[in-house]
């Protein structure tokens, strides 16, 4: 079975710095999704970035940046110069037939 | 493009007690997804329906968790009778394309407190 794994349930970053989100995950598959999500105070769930693991090339959506080593199973997120609304819960999560959820990581922004 | 949406945004029920939640997906998605987050927890897929045909239910607790999504799009997530466990987010989210090919979109949940 797919699993998902954040070893970090809390991080905290000064505005403006950058901050990298670890996951990595467990699978036989060889075709699959990556995900990450973020869920504010209010609960949303919003999608951040998503990956194909068929591409060599790392996605990027502004800010947010994935360095993906599928050998090595490892999906991290980099958020640059972070600002006080990235404050959230990150999940990381992987999809194949279904999609698993990482625990998450509480990121705190500080002023 | 409206997003997904539920009701109700919050319950509270005693124990034993039946509950239903709404969801209806973004216009023109096919499939439609049940999550289960318990505090603290990531999401946990419950049943998965594609169109109006269940693709997978095996982590819905068949004894007091049914759900239906009648006509292909709208559906509804019923607990009867509910347990102190129960006690979680429910999270509804659709994608264009079937299970596992398509980013899903998530609704703002319904957060049920079981007394």
């Known amino acids: 079975a797919q699993t998902v794994t954040q070893s970090q349930p809390e991080m905290s970053v000064q505005e403006a710095e950058t901050v990298t989100l670890s996951c990595t995950y467990d699978t036989s598959e060889n075709n699959y999704y990556l995900f990450w999500y973020k869920q504010p105070p209010s609960r949303q769930m919003i999608l951040v970035i998503r990956q194909e693991a068929y591409k060599q090339q790392n996605a990027t959506e502004n800010r947010f940046s994935v360095n993906f080593q599928k050998a090595a199973k490892s999906f991290s997120l980099k958020i640059s110069d972070s600002q006080l609304g990235d404050t959230a819960m990150y999940f990381c999560a992987f999809m194949n037939n279904d999609m698993r959820f990482g625990a998450g990581t509480r990121l705190t922004v500080k002023p | 493009e409206a997003g997904v949406a539920q009701s109700p945004r919050y319950k509270i029920i005693e124990k034993r007690q039946s509950v239903a939640f709404w969801c209806n997906p973004i216009s023109g998605h096919a499939t439609l997804y049940w999550y289960q987050q318990i505090l603290g927890q990531g999401p946990k897929l419950l049943i998965q329906f594609q169109n109006n045909g269940v693709v997978d239910d095996s982590q819905l607790p068949k004894d007091r968790f049914s759900a239906e999504r009648l006509k292909g799009v709208d559906s509804t997530l019923k607990i009867q009778p509910a347990k102190l466990e129960d006690s979680a987010v429910y999270l509804c989210?659709?994608?264009?394309?079937?299970?596992?090919?398509?980013?899903?979109?998530f609704g703002p949940g319904t957060r049920l407190t079981v007394l």
């Open positions: 989210a659709s994608s264009l394309g079937g299970p596992g090919t398509d980013t899903q979109y």
